[in-house]
Every structure is written in structure tokens, then in C-alpha cells.
């Protein structure tokens, strides 16, 4: 636009802003009233109650943090958007107006900006400072905290629905967290909790709608993905005002020291107003975010005209998609596939009534607003060095200025030559770290491996040169006869159907039934008189006596800690064996993802990385099929195989020099305790500390007369700390 068409533009504000302002009343309403304490003192409040064990106070401390913390932003919201409508310019141009000099110009220019400020002062906070949020807390807000310690506080006043609601809702932000993952699946195996009980207490409409939209989309149903997708753009826009208005606060030195910041009026307003703008245009970014997830939707509110032109179309509203089809071309005007629909529609329409047909009146405006700011933030990147990252992939090439094309095309050239470069580099020194790595542990575990097995009666049968491999064992006479039969009767006594798999009863195999218990549910409900209490305990015993076998045998300088136990049993269904071909268990290896056509074994979640040992205690031997084996990493070459019997041991490291499966049990049922293991006590299996402390419990006075004490209270797996964190399990042997 040329100069004089943008001072013309200034004409009517100039002339608005030349009216007396007026008086500086009392403060007045922002809609909501203040909280009376604000967020971070109850935060605080809610955090010592939790260290002294005092839940109801947590609860109150903390749902009162996030509505206070909710009133503030809302209380924000309303005072700077309304201000914004209560100082906007004079919607129409007057046809004359003459134009006042500059110095005059400039005093109109600020009078208006002062009577912007004077309506933010009436409705903002008398005592702002008190109610403003340290970088620290906010974090722990957006990292949704607050719900850490509820759940765990719900939980114990008995508020179950509560409680899985909180964690739900904390652990959509912090899908890492390995320790919240598990309270969800103790939660899902709770009588009582339902499905539907897992919300997002934090969810934002417009994602939500958005996300209902594509599921109906791709059901096919387009007359409700159109209902969906319409109100998650109706919620987008409301959502994107409040981002942009919550943009416009204090000036963030980023770096400065704000003393020696020694900015002109002009500099300063242009650092300030910049900073402002670019945080609007990362409203883009912020509205196409869903919580713990790394990268946000592409494209995001353009996609919403993508999906909603072929609903439409699949709806019979011609018209409609036609308007959807000029929306989405709006961003990306060359786009062959969606210029290839309009062609299409126009055609089924008919060209007089598709011609009058316009985009969206409200995407125009706001792509127009977008560019202009966009505008103005590459200029500033130009002449200032002002960075700006654009959010979009839709921005025309001439917004951007020639030379800054220029230095950028340089730059990512650079960039992309030195990524190279070093990413060649790493890869060499990659490759030379794992040969030397892979012969030290090689020889390392042969010299090492090889140390007594501390228990009378226990001997090797195997070891790692008769396996045809590295850190492997056999032992055998680890139970007698008895005990197996006693723990086999545990097992088909205490076992709840599924493994743990969300109630799949064939996890791994529709031709075998699968099911198991674990070491504190067998204590409990030995404690409870369900089960024999002296069984459980020898299940508990038994699998301590591997963990020290292990030990020892393998020469490990630090302690093995327990990742997950679980007693198991496959069953073969009998109906189910003709012409069977698949195993009960498949090759894979237990510390990482295994591509046996690669020959690679990648060690990152979901994988179990942090196991190290792994061990299999067998119960029984009638039965056909089940033969434990190992393989090389292509899943196919077996290296060794194991017959199970009872009382016979299997250990091995759990890396990726030991890929192993389990052959199809094909009559019969096998028994075995699966034991996993790791050298890091951040992992302990916490069920394992609970089952410590029931022993102790149990066991430290009479047994007969616990044994006739049938009350005790569930406690529950959740804490709110990252240490000690331990693994969601299940990967059966």
C-alpha cells in the first residue's frame, strides 16, 4: 500500500483521538472478582499439606490454585479485549478530514494510546504484582502439577473417579512419565472405574471439537465431522482472541539487563511492539499444540477446509464445499488436488451459481491481518535483526523482503551443509564407539560371567558357551517338586483372566489362553484368606532367590533391582491347533525394538530400556510345544533352545545380543515365573516396595494370627515425584 494510502487509513483514528478523554473514574468490574489468595500462595499451601499427609487440605489448596489461576487469566481476558473495543477507531473513513501536521499528528497518536491505558488501569487488579505468577510457578501450571499431587490426594479420601480424572488429565501433558502411566493402568483395573471416567479435565474446546471432527470425517459420517468441524473453527477464533490479548503484556527483556537498556522512545516502542506481534502470530503455533506432543498440527486451521470441502461435498451442499474449497485456496492458491475439486463442484453447480460464491469473509480478514503482521515483522528481522520464526507454511514469498530471502536461502543452505557434515561425522564415530563398545562387552561378559550360585541344590546346566552366545545361563534344581506344584495351584487360584493387557486374554496368540499374577496381589489376597498366605509368600521368596542367583552368577558389581514379576500360565485351546503356525510368543528382545529385516535392535520407547536382566522360572514340563529359544537378531537363525521343567531357570542379559521367543504351546498348560531386572533403582518396580513392606508386615509376628486378620487397606501406586520411577510392564516370557 502506498504512503499516502496508509496516512489516510491514520486520518479517522487521528480524528477519534483528537476527542477529550475522558476522566479517570474508579476501578471498575472485569467481570469476575479477584480471588482472594492468589495462585501461588495456595500452590504453596497445597504442597506442604501434601508433605505432611493432610489430603483434604491438598485438595482444597489445590483446586482453589487452579481457579484462581483460571479467574486471573479470565478476569485478564475481559479487561484488555474489552478496552480494545471500548478505544477502537471509528469504523467508517470521513469522506474529508484535513490531515494535522506531524507534531500534532504524534500528540493524537499517543492520546489514543492513553486512553487505552487508562481502561486497562480500571480494570486491572489494584495490586497487580500480588497476583502475578514467578516463571517457575507458571511452568508447573502449564505442566498441569496441580493434578499430580490431586490425584494422589482423591485417591486417598477415597474419590476414585476424581483421582483417575486428575491423573488422566496430568498425564495427557506428560505422556513420559513412566510412573503416572502405571497409576492409569491400576486405575483401569479398579471395579468401578469406567471409561468414561478418563477426561481431560484441561481440554481445550476447539481441539477437542477439531478431533471429533476428524473421527467422524473418517467414519464417513460427514453430516457430523461438518457439526464438529464448523464449532472447532467456531472455537478456534475464540481461542485465538484470547491468545492474542493475553500477547500484550509487559515488555520481556529476553537477555537485556533491563538497567543498562538504554532504548529511544521509538527503538524501545518498536522492540515492545514486535515482541508483541510475534507472540500473536505464535498464537498459530500455540492453538495447532496438543499437550505432550513435540510438534504441532500443520497447517492446522487451513486443514479445517480441507476436511470440511469434502464433507460437504460427501453431504450433498455443493455450494458449502465450494465456499470451503475458495477458503482453503486462500493459503494455498496452487494447490492441484483442492483446484481440481473446484473445477469439480463448479461443474456439478454450474458456473453461474459457483461464480458468485466467496472465501469465508472472516478467514480474509484474518489472512489479511496476518500477512500485514507478518509484514512488518520481516521488516523489522531486515532493518533491526529482530528475530521472527513464521509459524506458517502458507506465507507468499514476496511478503518477505529480497535481501532477507536472500540471507535466509545462504543460511539454510549453510545450515544444511554442516547439518550434513556432522551428521556423516557422528555417524562414523557412532559406528567405531559401538565396534569397541561391543568388544569390550563381549569379552567382558564371557571373563565375568561364571560366579556361584549361592544355593544348595541349584547347578548349571547351560552357560552361555553351550547356549551358542553371551550372558546366558541354565539352571536347574532351583525348586523342588512340591514348591512347583504349589506355586503352579497358586497361579490357577489367584490369576485374574488377561495379563494385564487391558483384559486381553490372548495377548499375544489367538490359540492360547494367557494369564497371571503378580507378587503383591498374591500377598494380598493371602493376606485376605483367598489364597493360601504361605504360597504367596513362597512365590516371594522364590523370585528373590533368582534375583540373587542372578547376581552372583553374572559377577554384577551393583544390585539387581526388580522391573516387573509375574507368575504366568498359557493354556492351549484346544479347538484352536489345526494348521497353526505362529508361536506363543514371538521373537523380540526386552531392552529394545527389534527390526529382525535390518538386523537392528533400537533401544528407545516404548521399548523397556532400562531392563538389563531378564530370567524365566519354570514350573512344569507336561505339556507339548513352549520351548524357550534364542535367535540371532534376524528373528529367524535359533541359536539354542530350552525345554522347560520344573524347577529349571533361564537368565540372560537383556540386550540385544539375546533375541528370544516362545514356541507354540500346542496341548497342555505352561507355567513359569517371568522375571525382569534392572541395575538403575529409578526403575525399581514400585509394586515390588509394596510387597516388601506387606512381608515385613506379615511376617514379622505370628502367622497364625495374621492369618485370620482378612482387613486391609489398597494402597495406591501413585506418587508425585519423579523419583524412583519405575516401568509399565508386560512383555511375558
Not at 499451601?45 to 482444597?60: C, I, M, P, T
Not at 475464540?238 to 533491563?258: F, S
Not at 469434502?310 to 464445499?321: E, I, L, P, R, V
Not at 494455498?332 to 461443474?347: H, I, K
Request: net charge negative; charged share 25%.
Amino acid at each position: 500500500m502506498a504512503l499516502a494510502g496508509r496516512l489516510l487509513l491514520l486520518l479517522p483514528l487521528l480524528a477519534w483521538a483528537a476527542e477529550p478523554p475522558e476522566p479517570v473514574g474508579p476501578p471498575e468490574p472485569a467481570g469476575s472478582p479477584l480471588p482472594a489468595e492468589p495462585p501461588d500462595a495456595l500452590f504453596a499451601a497445597g504442597a506442604e499439606a501434601y508433605a505432611r499427609g493432610d489430603w483434604a487440605a491438598v485438595v482444597l489448596h489445590m483446586e482453589r490454585a487452579l481457579r484462581a489461576r483460571a479467574a486471573l487469566r479470565s478476569r485478564l481476558l475481559r479487561c484488555r479485549l474489552r478496552c480494545a473495543n471500548a478505544t477502537a477507531g471509528p469504523a467508517e473513513e470521513p469522506r474529508s478530514q484535513p490531515e494535522p501536521e506531524p507534531p500534532l499528528r504524534d500528540l493524537l497518536f499517543f492520546r489514543g494510546l492513553l486512553r487505552r491505558a487508562a481502561c486497562l488501569r480500571r480494570c486491572g487488579p489494584t495490586a497487580p504484582s500480588t497476583y502475578r505468577l514467578g516463571e517457575e510457578l507458571e511452568r508447573e501450571f502449564r505442566k498441569r502439577s496441580p493434578y499430580n499431587y490431586l490425584q494422589v490426594a482423591y485417591f486417598k479420601i477415597n474419590k476414585v473417579v476424581k483421582a483417575v480424572a486428575a491423573a488422566h488429565t496430568f498425564f495427557v501433558a506428560n505422556p513420559e512419565h513412566v510412573e503416572m502411566k502405571q497409576n492409569l493402568e491400576y486405575y483401569q483395573m479398579m471395579a468401578g472405574v469406567k471409561e468414561a471416567d478418563f477426561i481431560d479435565l484441561e481440554a481445550r474446546p476447539h481441539m477437542t471439537e477439531f478431533r471429533l471432527g476428524v473421527r467422524f470425517y473418517t467414519e464417513e459420517q460427514p453430516a457430523e465431522a461438518v457439526l464438529h468441524l464448523e464449532k472447532a473453527l467456531e472455537e478456534y477464533f475464540v481461542a485465538d482472541t484470547e491468545c492474542r490479548a493475553l500477547c500484550e503484556g509487559p515488555y520481556d527483556y529476553e537477555g537485556y539487563n533491563y538497567l543498562e537498556y538504554n532504548a529511544d522512545l521509538f527503538q524501545a516502542m518498536t522492540d515492545h511492539y514486535m515482541q508483541v506481534l510475534s507472540c500473536k502470530q505464535g498464537c498459530v503455533t500455540e492453538l495447532a499444540s496438543q499437550p505432550g506432543r513435540e510438534k504441532p498440527l500443520e497447517d492446522f486451521l487451513p486443514s479445517h477446509f480441507n476436511y470440511l470441502q469434502f464433507a460437504y461435498y460427501n453431504s450433498g451442499n455443493y455450494k458449502k464445499a465450494i465456499e470451503c474449497t475458495k477458503t482453503y485456496l486462500l493459503f494455498f492458491p496452487s494447490d492441484e488436488v483442492m483446484n481440481q475439486n473446484l473445477a469439480y463442484y463448479t461443474a456439478v453447480l454450474g458456473e453461474d451459481l459457483a461464480r458468485p460464491i466467496e472465501p469465508r469473509e472472516e478467514i480474509q480478514a484474518y489472512r489479511q491481518r496476518s500477512l500485514m503482521e507478518k509484514e512488518l515483522l520481516f521488516f523489522s528481522y531486515d532493518v533491526f535483526g529482530i528475530p521472527f520464526v513464521d509459524p506458517d507454511t502458507w506465507t507468499p514469498e514476496e511478503v518477505i523482503p529480497k535481501r532477507l530471502r536472500e540471507k535466509q536461502k545462504v543460511e539454510r543452505e549453510t545450515a544444511a551443509r554442516i547439518s550434513e557434515e556432522i551428521g556423516n561425522l557422528m555417524k562414523e564415530i557412532e559406528t567405531l564407539v559401538e565396534e569397541k563398545a561391543k568388544e569390550s562387552a563381549d569379552i567382558s561378559k564371557f571373563i565375568r560371567e561364571g560366579g556361584p550360585l549361592v544355593y544348595e541344590g541349584a547347578s548349571v546346566t547351560m552357560n552361555s558357551k553351550a547356549l551358542n552366545g553371551s550372558q546366558r545361563v541354565v539352571v536347574d534344581g532351583v525348586l523342588s517338586a512340591e514348591e512347583c506344584r504349589e506355586l503352579q495351584r497358586l497361579t490357577n487360584a489367584a490369576a485374574s483372566a488377561g495379563d494385564g493387557y487391558r483384559g486381553k486374554t490372548s495377548p499375544h496368540t489367538p490359540s492360547e489362553t494367557f494369564y497371571g499374577v503378580t507378587v503383591l496381589k498374591a500377598l494380598k489376597l493371602g493376606q485376605e484368606g483367598k489364597v493360601p498366605l504361605q504360597s504367596a509368600h513362597l512365590y516371594y521368596n522364590v523370585t528373590e532367590k533368582v534375583r540373587h542367583m542372578m547376581e552372583s552368577y553374572f559377577r554384577l558389581e551393583v544390585p539387581l533391582h526388580f522391573s516387573y514379576s509375574h507368575l504366568v500360565c498359557r493354556t492351549a485351546i484346544e479347538d484352536k491347533q489345526e494348521g497353526r503356525s505362529d508361536n506363543s510368543h514371538e521373537v523380540h528382545v526386552d531392552n529394545c525394538i527389534l527390526n529382525a529385516e535390518a538386523m537392528v535392535c533400537v533401544k528407545e520407547p516404548p521399548a523397556y530400556t532400562f531392563r538389563d536382566y531378564s530370567a524365566i522360572l519354570y514350573l512344569n514340563g507336561d505339556f507339548e510345544g513352549g520351548a524357550f529359544y534364542f535367535t540371532e537378531l534376524d528373528a529367524k537363525t535359533e541359536t539354542a533352545e530350552v525345554q522347560p521343567q520344573c524347577g529349571r531357570a533361564v537368565g540372560f542379559s537383556s540386550g540385544s545380543e539375546n533375541p528370544h521367543g516362545v514356541k507354540a504351546v500346542t496341548k497342555g498348560q505352561r507355567c513359569a515365573i517371568a522375571l525382569w531386572f534392572t541395575l538403575d533403582p529409578r526403575h525399581s518396580e514400585r509394586e515390588r516396595v509394596q510387597a516388601d513392606d506387606l512381608v515385613k508386615m506379615l511376617f514379622r509376628v505370628d502367622e497364625v494370627d495374621l492369618l485370620q486378620d482378612t482387613g486391609t487397606e489398597q494402597e495406591p501406586p501413585p506418587v508425585t515425584t519423579t523419583d524412583g520411577l519405575h516401568a509399565a510392564r508386560k512383555d511375558e516370557l
